[in-house]
């Protein structure tokens, strides 16, 4: 009898059952194959060669490394020596776990035989062909392993399904390189799958050829190469005519901003001007619409603003392109006739009105359609969000200073407008950008969205402008009244003229001072805000809604910002707000004991951006150096006064530049006073104006139109 007790090979026979891979281990001691799971430890055999019998110790230490070295390849096991891999894991285990073993010396039987759970380990071979027409362009893919192609349509079936494995042409099975995964889920779900071709936009060519770059082939024809080079071209924009009739001036941004818009225009891209609040986006928009209006006086453009701000852009058109024609589609009275809308090269319109009347404004092609404050779409499954979607549009802007305020959904849905398609379908986006960026903190996917995006957004800062700017900009924004306050101020109004009119024509101007004054600040205080006089009011009021817009925007570009009130009610309401919201601030008026406590925080605590003064407390003695930003929410006649409170922040130690805002109610006393103001403009403008002095300039006519 033949002694044998050494290992000197080890086997694993591999077979499918249903849609599983099983897998047995046999210990070889030199000719003799013993199965793993054989219970005895002595094994005799009778060698028909040699006429021998051969008796095998068998080595149970060194059977059982070699069961463990299997185990732990990562394969599933049954009863010892046996072993089992569901469908997906025993791919896996195939490409893996497998070639391992292998390596380790495994000899492999049954792999050949296997149908469903054959495996082609070939090295992927990516081969692109790019092609393009003026709007779009084609992408012809091939993706080959060991020369055997794979359809578009089994590769899109992989990606739908979340997995790494595709059939290939003949049954086997390949896994897809890791690298990319991502980039055939981008390509499929930004284009449209056509056999083996994959059609985009335009807009999707700079990002598609970036991530082109590993393929093994890329053949690219003239024109592709021509659109990229010209798409990648930032920094040598063509230097665009600004049209004579403009009446303005543009800093050198501004003209820089008009130029990419035209870019833009060149490839019927849409795009966000995402400068900081006060660089003149309206201006921007502006001068873009007087060209395009001067080359096509008959189409039709549209801006789409948040009510507090429509009669803002209303003044802006008036004061840079007072030769456009256009129509305020706004209020009760607003005409729902295509014919005559169709009239005006330029429809200016709320957030509001847009979405009740999208059923003929969808009707009307514009050439350009431009939305301010766009952050209002921000929620891409609000009514407005899906309103402003079904406008037909040649052109597309948007105009915002913060065009993500909450999450990165919020440009998907500014995007669907400007650029349809371009970030792919919402689920798509939350699942591959969204969830990766702001729960994973994924910088990779973080970097390809920045890259996608690119392109369409032009953000500068103050601190990017600051050399053009001057030392302090001021500015003057209209909101109308709504509804319920409108109604408030003109029973007041009327009121207050009929009882005037009496008391002058029989006390004289002089002695009716007093009256005319209370009446004046009744109005004034409907105007900030009808809380003032009727503690009930609970509706929404305009210029409170463009303060608050302003201060969310001023707060989100990490600026501070000075607000100044005569009325301390209306800083309380301001409070309230600010409270309900949990946003931190500073505050002083009149009754504050200790008030450099609440300067010292505003100057020195970062988290601070917000400081409310009543004007007559912050008017003198202050170095608020630490705001850019100052707003006037009811300004009054007397300019003297408004200018030392802007002069809080603009003084020796500010290093940045001051933007000062005054906050109007449209068709208010205070724009009223507005006009006096200049019509007035010697006595405003000397050094001793008083409140008395200009009073005493007034006359009765001047002091009825007040109330008018």
């Known amino acids: 009898v033949k002694e044998l007790d050494e290992i000197t090979g080890k086997r694993l026979y591999i077979e499918e059952m249903d849609d599983q891979l099983v897998v047995s281990l046999a210990i070889m001691y030199n000719d003799i194959e013993i199965t793993y799971s054989h219970p005895s430890d002595q094994h005799l055999h009778y060698d028909t060669k040699t006429k021998e019998i051969i008796r095998v110790h068998r080595d149970r230490e060194g059977e059982q490394a070699i069961r463990f070295r299997v185990f732990e390849s990562k394969i599933l096991e049954d009863t010892p020596g046996l072993f089992y891999a569901p469908f997906e894991e025993a791919l896996d285990w195939l490409f893996d776990g497998l070639p391992a073993l292998a390596r380790d010396g495994f000899d492999i039987l049954g792999e050949e035989n296997l149908v469903k759970f054959k495996v082609k380990r070939a090295k992927a071979n990516f081969d692109v062909n790019i092609s393009s027409e003026t709007d779009w362009f084609d992408i012809e893919m091939n993706l080959e392993f060991d020369g055997v192609p794979v359809t578009l349509e089994e590769l899109k079936k992989a990606l739908r399904k979340n997995k790494k494995f595709v059939k290939l042409r003949d049954g086997s099975i390949a896994r897809l390189p890791e690298k990319l995964i991502e980039k055939f889920n981008y390509i499929l779900n930004f284009g449209k799958v056509d056999d083996d071709n994959v059609r985009f936009d335009n807009h999707h060519l700079t990002f598609i050829d970036r991530l082109l770059a590993d393929a093994d082939s890329k053949q690219m024809d003239t024109t592709s190469q021509e659109k990229i080079k010209k798409l990648e071209s930032f920094d040598t924009i063509n230097d665009y005519a600004i049209p004579d009739n403009f009446q303005g001036t543009l800093r050198d941004y501004q003209k820089a901003g008009f130029d990419w818009m035209n870019f833009l225009k060149e490839f019927s891209f849409g795009g966000i001007l995402a400068d900081d609040m006060g660089l003149g986006k309206t201006i921007q928009a502006l001068i873009l619409l007087q060209n395009e209006i001067n080359k096509a006086p008959k189409s039709n453009n549209l801006i789409v603003a948040p009510t507090s701000v429509i009669y803002n852009w209303v003044s802006e058109l008036e004061k840079f392109t007072p030769t456009i024609k256009y129509l305020v589609h706004y209020g009760t009275r607003r005409s729902k006739d295509i014919r005559r809308l169709k009239r005006y090269p330029l429809i200016v319109t709320t957030y509001g009105h847009m979405r009740r009347d999208i059923k003929f404004l969808k009707d009307i092609h514009f050439h350009y359609a431009i939305l301010d404050e766009s952050q209002n779409i921000k929620n891409p499954t609000s009514e407005t969000s899906k309103a402003v979607r079904l406008l037909d549009a040649g052109n597309r802007l948007a105009l915002t200073g913060t065009p993500v305020e909450n999450n990165t959904m919020d440009l ?213 150096t630490a705001a850019d930003y100052v707003i006037h929410y009811d300004p009054w006649w007397n300019p003297a006064v408004e200018m030392q409170a802007t002069d809080r922040a603009y003084r020796i130690g500010q290093t940045r530049r001051v933007f000062a805002y005054k906050l109007i109610s449209k068709d208010s006393v205070e724009e009223k006073i507005v006009k006096l103001q200049t019509k007035k403009r010697a006595l405003v403008d000397s050094l001793i104006t008083t409140e008395d002095a200009f009073f005493k300039s007034l006359s009765k006519k001047d002091i009825l139109e007040l109330f008018e």
């Open 412 to 624: 998907w849905s500014q995007f669907a407008f400007i650029n349809p398609g371009l970030l792919g379908e919402q689920i798509f986006f939350k699942e591959n950008f969204m969830r990766p960026i702001e729960k994973e903190q994924n910088v990779q996917v973080a970097a390809s969205l920045k890259r996608l995006i690119y392109p369409f957004i032009l953000r500068r800062t103050k601190e990017d402008v600051a050399k053009e700017l001057p030392e302090k900009v001021e500015n003057v924004v209209y909101s109308p009244m709504f509804e319920e306050q409108q109604r408030l101020y003109n029973k007041w109004r009327d009121s207050y003229r009929q009882s005037l009119e009496e008391e002058i024509n029989s006390k004289g101007l002089n002695k009716s001072k007093f009256k005319v004054l209370e009446g004046l600040t009744r109005l004034r205080q409907i105007a900030c805000h009808p809380e003032l006089v009727d503690s009930r009011f609970v509706e929404s009021v305009g210029k409170y809604e463009a303060l608050i817009e302003m201060v969310e925007e001023i707060i989100s570009e990490n600026h501070k910002v000075l607000i100044f009130s005569q009325f301390v009610k209306m800083l309380q309401i301001m409070r309230r707000h600010l409270d309900g919201n949990n946003i931190p601030y500073s505050y002083l008026d009149g009754t504050t004991k200790d008030r450099r406590k609440p300067v010292d925080e505003f100057q020195n605590n970062d988290n601070i951006k917000i400081f409310l003064i009543s004007l007559k407390a912050g008017g003198t003695g202050l170095n608020l």
